[in-house]
Structures are given as C-alpha cells and as structure tokens.
C-alpha cells in the first residue's frame, strides 16, 4: 500500500499565487487531517475531515480552503499566498477519530513550500 | 506559556547511551500521551502511546507518564544511529477527538556510532 501520497514535495510561490497541495490515501480511512509544521511552534492543525463531503476548521484555518469529494482526496487550497504561508505541510489520515494505538493514523511525507 | 514545551535540542549521545526524552503540559485534563518519531523530510510516525499514568515498553523503548508532575518521558536503551531522528510528544484530552491532539515542539536526536 502506498499510505498517504502527497503531492509535490517542494514548491516556491509568488506572494499573491494560488495552488493545491494534494493529499491522497489509499487506506479507505475516513478521517483527514492538514497540519502544517513551523520551526519551534510543532504541528498545527489547519483543516479536518471526517468523510467525504464533510470537512472543519481546525486551530489555523485562515488563508487555506479544503474539499473532500471522494474518501481518498483531500486536496488544501492556498488562494493568496503569503510568506507568513511558508512552512512545511503535512497530511494526515485514520479510520477513526480516536488518539489510541491502533487506530492507524499515517501521515504523508509533507510538502515544503516557500512563499517569496 | 505554551500548552506543551519540549526541549528543542539537538540532544548527541554516543552510540549505545541510554536517551532521556521529556515533555511538560500545564492541562491536567490530558490523559492520552503518544510519542512520534520523525526522520529528516519525512512525516511522523507513532512510536509509543500510553493512556494514563505509568510505564509502557516496547523493545529499546519505554514510555512513563507522570500525570501529577505534568511530565512524561521517552527512554531509548541501547540507542542506535538509526535512532537519530526528532521526537514529538503529543496529548489529548479524550479519546474522541483527535483534531484536539496538542503537538510539543520535538526534540532532535543524533546518535554518534
């Protein structure tokens, strides 16, 4: 099983450019996350979905937009971006809303993006 | 004050010492403690979970909660180069609710062989 696949690993922006970071698991899990990871601050929840159709804010929404149309897409939009934008973003996934061993939370390789 | 401080290091050890990783947390109201290991330009991936207070091993590894000092630690035994990596603490209050997971800002690890 490939797991979580995202897609492209390294991108540099333009202040004020758009894109989509994609996110993709084969895993029929339920459950999607996007954190993004910032040097001394640890991972920060941006959105969340709980299937398909379903998606919420999560601690640092602002600036981002998500959909989930399928299980195993979840693609983060950035519409304007920002050098504040410039971090490290993860996708994550689970087949359940559950914090124990077990329940098989993956997360992808992450996307480095620099916004100049 | 930050929910969940974590030493940021680097932390160097030789190979073969015996590595003490910490967190502290000021919300008493977690109870779900887990720690992830994660490699250079790769995503974390669970290493230990406890529930509670008190010990859990696996292997190299052992995890201690301490709930009434707000402290939690990882020992590695035995470390290995293949251990350096950084290490994240997480926490949660419930179970039910995992976008409530509250990250520590990971420790970075280099094993010297």
């Known amino acids: 099983n490939a797991g979580v696949t995202q897609t492209p690993k390294f991108r540099i922006l333009k202040i004020g450019q758009s894109m989509t970071l994609q996110c993709t698991q084969d895993m029929n899990h339920n459950y999607m996350y996007w954190y993004r990871q910032d040097p001394g601050m640890g991972l920060k929840l941006i959105y969340y979905?709980?299937?398909?159709?379903?998606?919420d804010k999560g601690e640092v929404p602002n600036g981002y937009n998500v959909s989930r149309s399928t299980t195993e897409d979840f693609p983060l939009r950035l519409e304007l971006a920002a050098p504040s934008q410039t971090s490290v973003y993860f996708c994550?996934?689970?087949?359940?809303?559950?914090?124990?061993?077990?329940?098989?939370?993956?997360f992808g390789s992450g996307t480095r993006l620099t916004v100049v | 004050q930050k929910e969940v401080e974590q030493d940021p290091g680097p932390l160097s050890v030789p190979e073969g010492a015996i590595v003490s990783l910490n967190c502290t947390y000021s919300n008493s109201a977690f109870q779900y403690f887990m720690w992830y290991r994660q490699y250079s330009r790769k995503g974390p991936e669970l290493l230990m979970y406890t529930y509670s207070s008190g010990n859990k091993e696996d292997g190299r590894f052992t995890a201690q909660v301490d709930k009434s000092s707000k402290y939690i630690s990882l020992f590695i035994r035995d470390s290995q180069p293949s251990d350096s990596a950084t290490y994240l603490c997480a926490m949660s209050e419930g179970n039910t609710g995992f976008q409530k997971l509250v990250f520590g800002t990971g420790t970075r690890l280099l094993v010297s062989p």
């Open positions: 979905s709980v299937g398909a159709g379903i998606t």
């Open positions: 994550a996934s689970s087949y359940s809303r559950g914090v124990r061993e077990g329940d098989g939370y993956t």
